[in-house]
């Protein structure tokens, strides 16, 4: 059973950096689509961003040029650095694993940017 913990959130100010990670345990990570996705209270869970098993990434026009996601494949690990951020950015950040037809979430971790 595939287990994702993810860890990073916090508060910011507008235009800091923050860098969210999320270790996987449970299967061979390697060959799982990763990605983060972001949720307003109320509101749907967004895509982020996504980085596939072959390292090809995938972003929210919303997210271009100040986030980026990476993975370790050694560690089980995927990153997501986050820099300029802004107020707009505030929510609860998933990360999301996926492979075929399943699909695994983590249980999310709060970002707050605020002066």
């Known amino acids: 059973q595939v287990q994702l913990a993810e860890s990073g959130g916090g508060l910011v100010q507008p235009g800091g950096s923050l860098r969210l990670s999320c270790k996987q345990s449970?299967?061979?990570?390697?060959?799982?689509?990763m990605g983060w996705y972001r949720q307003d209270p109320g509101k749907q869970r967004d895509l982020v961003a996504t980085i596939s098993s072959d390292g090809t990434t995938n972003y929210a026009d919303s997210v271009k040029g100040r986030f980026t996601i990476s993975r370790d494949n050694i560690k089980n690990t995927v990153y997501l650095q986050m820099n300029s951020l802004k107020s707009e950015d505030t929510a609860v950040y998933y990360c999301?694993?996926?492979?075929?037809?399943?699909?695994?979430w983590g249980q999310g971790t709060q970002v707050t940017v605020s002066s």
């Open positions: 999301n694993s996926a492979r075929g037809s399943r699909a695994y």
């Open positions: 449970g299967s061979t990570f390697s060959v799982y689509r």
